[in-house]
T-cell receptor
Framework: NAGVTQTPKFQVLKTGQSMTLQCAQD?????MYWYRQDPGMGLRLIYY???????DKGEVPNGYNVSRLNKREFSLRLESAAPSQTSVYFC????????????FGPGTRLTVL | GENVEQHPSTLSVQEGDSAVIKCTYS??????FPWYKQELGKRPQLIID?????GEKKDQRIAVTLNKTAKHFSLHITETQPEDSAVYFC????????????FGGGTRLMVKP
């Protein structure tokens, strides 16, 4: 099993450009999440998908959109990137039901100039 | 949303000493408390978790204690080793209210040989 995979690993954008971060999991998990990690601020939830076909806002959704393409894939889109979106982005997934470990992807380091 | 404060933000110990990291929270409905370890440049990984029906859980050199009355929980690492050097995040969530977690700001632990 590859677990949770993310592409790309690194990306540099100019202000105003758009891009989509891809995430896929092969563990048959129902729930998937997108976090951003900034120095000293831990992991903050951007959006999550409790199950295929549903998405909900997390703590910091402004400037982002998501798509739960199918059970395996959950993408994060920046329509018009801003320097404040410079961060490391992590995707995670876990099984539905009572609490289960969230498994994280390797992260995408995004720089917006 | 739920707020969780984590202290200290950095911790330096001598190899062989113990390390303690504490998190406090405000929402009494929280009943799931995991701890994640993130090595430099890597993804966060679960190291131990505790549910609110127990006060302490131990796994070899790591243990977590929970005081629900005082709304705080702590990670204890004994006989620290250089490979314990990493950033540690506490998190909390509410079983039966979704699988979402709220993370603390992280503690950078440095174990000096």
């Amino acid at each position: 099993n590859a677990g949770v995979t993310q592409t790309p690993k690194f990306q540099v954008l100019k202000t105003g450009q758009s891009m989509t971060l891809q995430c896929a999991q092969d563990m048959n998990h129902n729930s998937m999440y997108w976090y951003r990690q900034d120095p000293g601020m831990g992991l903050r939830l951007i959006y999550y998908s409790a199950s295929e076909g549903t998405t909900d806002k997390g703590e910091v959704p402004n400037g982002y959109n998501v798509s739960r393409l199918n059970k395996r894939e959950f993408s994060l889109r920046l329509e018009s990137a801003a320097p404040s979106q410079t961060s490391v982005y992590f995707c995670a997934s876990n099984r539905a039901g009572t609490y289960n470990e969230q498994f994280f992807g390797p992260g995408t380091r995004l720089t917006v100039l | 949303g739920e707020n969780v404060e984590q202290h200290p933000s950095t911790l330096s110990v001598q190899e062989g000493d113990s390390a303690v990291i504490k998190c406090t929270y405000s929402d009494s409905a929280s009943n799931y408390f995991p701890w994640y370890k993130q090595e430099l440049g890597k993804r966060p990984q679960l190291i131990i978790d505790i549910r609110s029906n127990v006060g302490e859980k131990k796994d070899q050199r790591i243990a977590v204690t929970l005081n629900k009355t005082a709304k705080h929980f702590s990670l204890h690492i004994t006989e620290t080793q250089p490979e314990d050097s990493a950033v540690y995040f506490c998190a909390l969530g509410e079983i039966d209210a979704g699988n979402m977690l709220t993370f603390g700001g992280g503690t950078r632990l440095m174990v000096k040989p």
